[in-house]
């Protein structure tokens, strides 16, 4: 198993008008702690880092938007219902961990292999536990419907979400329990589950958008001949803040994560499993976009790369910073990263550039139906 990789931005070399600003990320050696899973650890003070000195130094003037732009431009019309400003966070710094792991035939080990992830990430001081897409299980659209669980009834009839809850109760941890199989009637869904630290479930997403790509000579991937689509976005308050939910394809859709960020989301999680076609191409920079395009934090957690499945991973899990600064990567076998949030860098950020009141409500507008039709 290859060590995992962590990367972080240096902002003391940070030049504003480099063109290959992109990449313009440091790669530097993980603390290597003893531990069955590679893990990545990117502390502020340890690197040396501090992520306020980019205001600092450069001392950004005040970009205030003047009354008439304001007034004339109707900013406050640019989403349908108004954006919500985030809540005040339960913390304002935390840890994360993302594991990223592989999946065998075999359920119940993976089930056993993902809660001995989970327990190392909390003791290596994570608060907020991701899991990967589809976990527990091999990814197949011809066999993935085999392995279902019914999560509403949950015990025997879903070991997966069974060990989330026990595990988020007795180490008091809020896990984004990745995305398991669910059989819900007569319906299959990718799901999502968040378990907050009383062990209850907080919030269940579906995953909106179906992966059904076909490339000649790549890949071919009808994710809707197993699965159905879900019906609702999902935000949902924790204990480490307020959390935006995407499974995998759903990344590529900006508006999805625009709404969660109009609804006041500090992190969007997606868990994923991009492919080895489209992961180099796509991965990191829809990422990146995701994240600086609504000025917060994205969170990702792949599936470990295992060239012997049917489904080949990309891996390359990894935490984004709100201005696209990727915090934290690995490479694609097993591991554990782990990286410190700080939210008080989203609202820096969007003093530095800000968007949200300069948007031009008098000529375009997005509308969050969902909560058009709550309201």
Known sequence: MKAAISS???FRNFDLHEPSLSRSIFRQLPLLLPSKFPVVSTDAKANGANFTSLHQKFRFPSMKTSPIMASSFNPERATS?????????PVTKFKIGLCQLMATPDKQRNIEHARKAIEEAVEKGAKLVVLPEIWNVPYSQDTVSLYAEDIEAGGDASPSTAMLSEVSR???????????????????????????????????HRKIHL????????????????????????????????IGIGICYDIRFPELAMIYAARGAHLICYPGAFNMTTGPLHWELLQRARAVDNLLYVATC????????????????????PFGEVLATTEHDEAIIISEIDYSLIELRRTNLPLLKQKRGDLYQLVDVQRLKSE
């Open 8 to 10: 972080l931005i240096s």
């Open 81 to 89: 219902p108004p954006a919500v400003p985030p809540p005040v966070p």
């Open 170 to 204: 007795r180490l008091k941890v809020t896990i984004v329990g990745g995305s398991i199989v669910e059989r819900s009637g007569d319906k299959i869904y990718n799901t999502c589950c968040v378990f907050g630290t009383d062990g209850n479930m907080k919030a269940k």
């Open 211 to 242: 992966f059904d790509i076909d490339i000649p000579g790549k890949i071919t991937f009808i994710e809707s001949k197993a699965i159905a689509a879900g019906q609702t976005p999902t935000v949902v308050d924790t204990e480490v803040g307020r």
């Open 302 to 321: 792949s599936r470990a790369r295992d060239v012997d499945d049917s489904y080949v991973a990309w891996g390359h899990s990894s935490l984004v910073g």
